[in-house]
């Protein structure tokens, strides 16, 4: 992967406090990664807080947009909304290697005193793939019904149905011990 240069924060030049950046992220960002992505079509946001002290960062990542996924109920596409807000903490150390390899908090990175820049690509990538939820399924409509294709949704009742009536008789003396 080469290195995203719009993405490094020259962090010796700045003042201490906060200093903000937006980022808008497209498909093209994640040609960058060779791990397959479960989505298209996406227009995110990113606005990151950057809050400089004397020896640490403390980041705000807030993610926003929108992304199309497939449903995992009907498999029609659809589009989900974004929204997450992460808060990675940044200390600049001597021995980033080796606090590094101890650390048990996700949230706190090390970079070497030595460094001039912060590349936040990484944290994007992560942070969108974050924000979208493990399972896709379109939400529901104003008046409270499903929003996935109501064909298909009849089909898998359908299918219920007939699952319901074929039920093997050996099983059902089962249902005695789930009370137990």
């Known amino acids: 992967m080469k290195p995203l240069r719009e993405f490094d924060i020259a962090f010796v030049g700045l003042k201490p406090g906060v200093h903000s950046f ?10 960058n990664y060779e791990e397959p ?26 993610i926003g947009g929108t992304v199309t996924v ?6 029609e596409p659809f589009e989900m909304q974004l929204w997450d807000e992460f808060n990675p903490i940044v200390k600049l150390v001597d021995n980033p290697e080796e606090l590094a390899r101890d650390e048990e908090d996700p949230d706190v990175a090390y970079i070497s005193k ?8 990484d ?16 939400p529901d409509t104003a008046d409270g019904k ?4 109501p064909k298909v949704i009849e089909m898998l009742e359908q299918m219920n149905r007939q699952a319901k009536e074929n039920d093997n008789p050996i099983w059902k003396g089962l249902d005695k011990f789930k009370d137990n």
């Open 146 to 149: 499903s929003g996935c294709n």
């Open 22 to 31: 937006q980022y808008e992220i497209g498909d093209s960002f994640f040609e």
């Open 114 to 121: 030595t460094e001039s820049h912060l590349n936040v690509a």
């Open 123 to 138: 944290w994007i990538y992560e942070f969108i793939q974050l924000s979208i939820p493990m399972q896709h399924i379109h």
């Open 70 to 75: 497939t449903c995992d109920r009907c498999g």
């Open 37 to 62: 992505k479960d989505f298209s079509n996406c227009k995110a946001t990113v606005n990151l807080s950057l809050d400089k002290k004397s020896n640490f960062f403390l980041l705000k990542f807030e």
